[in-house]
């Protein structure tokens, strides 16, 4: 099982610039979560997918957008990328269908510099 | 409002015993959760806590309070690889994870 996978790992973007980040999971989770870290805070929620063709907005929405077409992948998009974008950017998934509390699994990280 | 807090930054010496403390006042609770992140990588999985009491899993235990709103983290037997952020998170009525802004701990030799 390759667990939670992200891609790209780096990506430096300008100003008004438009991007997608990718995440895949191979453990049948329901729920999906994008969150962004900051230096000197905690994990902020972005958007988040409790099943198929479902999401959410998080703490921090503005200015992303997300789809989950297939269950295994959620997607996060920058329409028109902002400096303050600037952060590390995780995917993480977790609960399955029977709907027992476990642990959100973390992918490796996407580090997004906006300029 | 929702918050969880935690130390900063805390110091110990390899080889002895340090607890890192969390409190929280959420909406809802459906657990709390406590998880390493090195510097540059991804959080890690630490243990899980829904009810009161100690958790203990090797060198690592972790204790709750409902009642109290509070939960430590407690390390045993510290290496230096065990240098790294831990987090707190308390999973609210929603099943988000609320999380703290995390501990550093830095181990001496």
């Known amino acids: 099982n390759a667990g939670v996978t992200q891609t790209p790992k780096f990506r430096v973007l300008k100003t008004g610039q438009s991007m997608t980040l990718l995440c895949a999971q191979d453990?049948?989770?329901?729920?999906m979560y994008w969150y962004r870290q900051d230096p000197g805070m905690g994990l902020r929620l972005i958007h988040y997918s409790v099943g198929e063709g479902t999401t959410a907005k998080g703490e921090v929405p503005d200015g992303y957008n997300v789809s989950r077409l297939k269950k295994q992948n959620f997607l996060l998009g920058l329409e028109s990328a902002a400096p303050s974008q600037t952060s590390v950017y995780f995917c993480?998934?977790?609960?399955?269908?029977?709907?027992?509390?476990?642990?959100?699994?973390f992918g490796p990280g996407t580090r997004l510099t906006v300029l | 409002g929702q918050n969880i807090d935690q130390p900063t930054e805390m110091t110990a010496t390899e080889g002895a015993i340090v607890q890192i403390n969390c409190t929280y006042q959420t909406s809802g609770f459906n657990g709390l959760f406590w998880y390493q992140q090195h510097a540059g990588e991804a959080p890690t999985f630490l243990s899980y806590n829904v009810l009161d009491g100690l958790e203990e899993k090797g060198r690592f235990s972790s204790f709750l309070s409902r009642s109290k709103g509070y939960s430590y983290l407690l390390l045993k037997e510290l290496q230096m690889k065990d240098s790294a952020s831990y987090l707190c998170a308390v999973m609210d009525s929603n099943y988000q994870l609320i999380w703290g802004a995390g501990t550093k701990l830095i181990i001496k030799p």
């Open positions: 453990m049948n989770h329901e729920y």
């Open positions: 993480a998934s977790g609960l399955t269908s029977g709907g027992d509390i476990n642990e959100q699994f």
